[in-house]
T-cell receptor, first 110, second 115 residues
Framework: TQLLEQSPQFLSIQEGENLTVYCNSSSVFSSLQWYRQEPGEGPVLLVTVVTGGEVKKLKRLTFQFGDARKDSSLHITAAQPGDTGLYLCAYRTGGFKTIFGAGTRLFVKA | DTGVSQNPRHKITKRGQNVTFRCDPISEHNRLYWYRQTLGQGPEFLTYFQNEAQLEKSRLLSDRFSAERPKGSFSTLEIQRTEQGDSAMYLC?????????????FGQGTRLTVV
């Protein structure tokens, strides 16, 4: 059982469409992180959200941390083929390791 | 320094053979992590080093797996008597400090195929 449940598992959309992916848990986190992983590469950190209700924007990507700090969402506006990849939410344990969800695999068609 | 470097990028081996992977972290990072990623899943934690000390090993790391970081710089991950279930992407990451917002920088991974 994954502590972080990501949905949907797979998403295929046309260029220019908007989309939202979700990361849910029954646990409370001090922070959550979002990574993007392109095929054949390691994950790259996009953002860390720390405060309940926080919204962070990274160009066309908007990240939100739930008020109760149990969930997070990632919204992409006007998706482009370059957004194709695996989007992973994750948290750092009190010590040192990063625990990942299973990810949402996004494919944006030109 | 161009980031975390992993070698080889790809390895195909026959079942029962031993394999060894190498990770060179970002030079000033004292923390190094190994993860395994199978198709359709996120990376799963295997083990962690702070300098040369191995501080935690996951239950996923069976006795066929061993990791070392002898001088607190590069690390190796060895798998003995490989099995088909070992086929996966093995990722290495490094970081310079711990805490909830710390960024771990990942290498490109070594993709292992056991035939």
């Amino acid at each position: 059982t994954q502590l972080l449940e990501q949905s949907p598992q797979f998403l295929s959309i046309q260029e220019g469409e908007n989309l939202t992916v979700y990361c849910n848990s029954s646990s409370v986190f001090s922070s959550l992180q979002w990574y993007r992983q392109e095929p054949g590469e390691g994950p790259v950190l996009l953002v860390t959200v720390v405060t309940g209700g926080e919204v962070k924007k990274l160009k066309r990507l908007t990240f939100q941390f739930g008020d109760a700090r149990k969930d997070s969402s990632l919204h992409i506006t006007a998706a482009q083929p370059g957004d194709t990849g695996l989007y992973l939410c994750a948290y750092r344990t009190g010590g040192f390791k990063t625990i990942f969800g299973a990810g949402t695999r996004l494919f944006v068609k030109a | 320094d161009t980031g975390v470097s992993q070698n080889p990028r790809h390895k195909i081996t026959k079942r029962g053979q031993n394999v060894t992977f190498r990770c060179d972290p970002i030079s000033e990072h004292n923390r190094l992590y190994w993860y395994r990623q199978t198709l359709g899943q996120g990376p799963e934690f295997l083990t962690y080093f702070q300098n040369e000390a191995q501080l935690e090993k996951s239950r996923l790391l069976s006795d066929r797996f061993s990791a070392e970081r002898p001088k607190g710089s590069f690390s190796t991950l060895e798998i003995q008597r490989t099995e088909q279930g070992d086929s996966a992407m093995y990722l290495c990451a490094s970081s310079s400090r711990q805490g909830p917002g710390t960024e771990a920088f990942f290498g490109q991974g070594t993709r292992l195929t056991v035939v």
